[in-house]
């Protein structure tokens, strides 16, 4: 059970979904309408409940969607619940509970709160989450700083919390740079192209990447900048690169926007706040060399002066340091990138992820841990 079907959470659970052995599991999958992987998840055979009334924000409807889940788990009879995401986290333990479904497990991806909410939103949310603590049998994160938070916060009972790297479908992902992908977003090959990937939102305060650029630019003049992705920002990158005089390429959303991460000179995420973002992990699994913001789970990926460089969020001036120190020091950011590839591709694999999961479901119904006898072809097209 899952709030959206889109980005890292929602590539997650198809991974998951699509990676188990279906001799042994008939998987569904129930959220939120929406989002770009429910056809996927279809086409590879996976059952579908799209509840049209389940929303990212809190309304009173939820008491419905909360009715919806439970008809579902109480017709289907599932065996193992496993929930993603804020509120399919919470709605979905809370069905799975009141059913009495064997095993209940939780997906942290990262927390529903932060400290640039306002106050109130941000005590509900958390209420929210402690509510439901004691409502699964084990949780799991995507990264050690998630678990660290989780526990700390008080989420989830300690020795409860088990690390599972959120997969990535590295088959995908280049292994390198890759000039086809720097051509198909229309930048020459002289010139150093700067880039992220991501949702043009508040978390992952795109301001400060164009803030980053318009100073860089002046410094390196021969840069370009790309943002792959869209958001409800998008405009207001437009106007503050405008008032800046940086150029600014948006690309939308593109479904190959791991493969275009390859094209990229040097990736930068600004976030405020992130889980274990997924388009870092693929910046990562493509050689790049890599500017990230110190937030939630960020370090266990990027480690300063290996796999990368890190600043503080907001610091726009850090950003530029970093950046220009990349591209001063073209030898050592390939070094790190190449770090960074062997780090991701040695842990982040789809097959190793959902043997985990088969483990910790085993674990939990008391039934030995056996090799898979049958393994499904990887996934592809993420």
């Given at each position: 059970m899952i709030t959206r079907m889109q980005g890292g959470a929602g590539g997650n659970t198809l991974l998951s979904a699509m990676g188990m052995d279906p001799g042994r599991y008939?998987?569904?999958i129930a959220g939120g309408p929406g989002g770009e992987l429910w056809d996927r998840a279809r086409a590879a055979g996976v059952r579908t409940v799209e509840i049209p009334e389940?929303?990212?924000?809190?309304?009173?409807?939820?008491?419905?969607?909360?009715?919806?889940?439970?008809?579902?788990?109480?017709?289907?009879?599932?065996t193992v619940v496993h929930?993603?995401?804020?509120?399919?986290?919470?709605?979905?333990r809370l069905a799975a509970w009141l059913c009495r479904t064997p095993v209940v497990v939780h997906?942290?991806?990262?927390l529903s709160f932060h400290d640039r909410m306002p106050p109130v939103r941000r005590r509900i949310y958390h209420g929210l989450e402690r509510v439901t603590r004691r409502l699964a049998h084990r949780y799991l994160a995507v990264a050690p700083g998630v678990a660290r938070q989780v526990v700390e916060e008080r989420l989830a009972p300690p020795g409860s919390v088990h690390v599972v790297p959120s997969a990535v479908e590295l088959a995908r992902v280049p292994d390198g740079f890759e000039p086809v992908a720097r051509r198909a977003l229309g930048v020459p090959s002289r010139v150093t192209l700067i880039g992220t990937v991501g949702r043009i939102d508040a978390q992952k305060a795109p301001l400060d990447f164009v803030r980053m650029a318009a100073t860089v630019q002046g410094r390196f003049p021969d840069t370009a900048f790309v943002m792959i992705g869209d958001g409800p920002l998008a405009g207001h990158v437009r106007r503050l690169a405008a008032e800046l005089g940086v150029e600014?390429?948006?690309?939308?959303?593109?479904?190959?926007?791991?493969?275009?991460?390859?094209?990229l000179d040097v990736f930068v995420i600004t976030s405020l706040y992130e889980g274990l973002g997924r388009a870092l992990t693929e910046a990562l699994?493509?050689?790049?060399?890599?500017v990230a913001t110190a937030v939630n789970a960020v370090p266990d990926l990027v480690e300063h002066g290996a796999t990368g460089l890190l600043a503080e969020p907001g610091d726009s001036e850090a950003l530029v340091r970093a950046v220009g120190w990349l591209l001063e020091h073209?030898?050592?950011?390939?070094?790190?990138?190449?770090?960074?590839?062997?780090?991701?591709?040695?842990?982040?694999?789809?097959?190793?992820m959902c043997a985990r999961l088969d483990a910790c479901?085993?674990?939990?119904?008391?039934?030995?841990?056996t090799r898979p006898t049958h393994t499904r072809p990887p996934p592809t097209g993420l």
């Open positions: 008939e998987v569904w389940f929303r990212h924000v809190l309304t009173p409807v939820d008491a419905l969607v909360l009715w919806r889940l439970i008809r579902l788990v109480r017709r289907e009879r599932f929930t993603h995401s804020a509120k399919g986290g919470f709605l979905g997906t942290f991806h990262g600014i390429r948006l690309t939308g959303h593109r479904p190959d926007a791991a493969e275009l991460v390859a094209g699994a493509a050689a790049r060399p890599v073209p030898q050592e950011g390939a070094e790190m990138g190449r770090q960074g590839r062997d780090r991701v591709r040695a842990a982040f694999a789809p097959e190793n479901y085993r674990d939990l119904l008391g039934l030995p841990r």
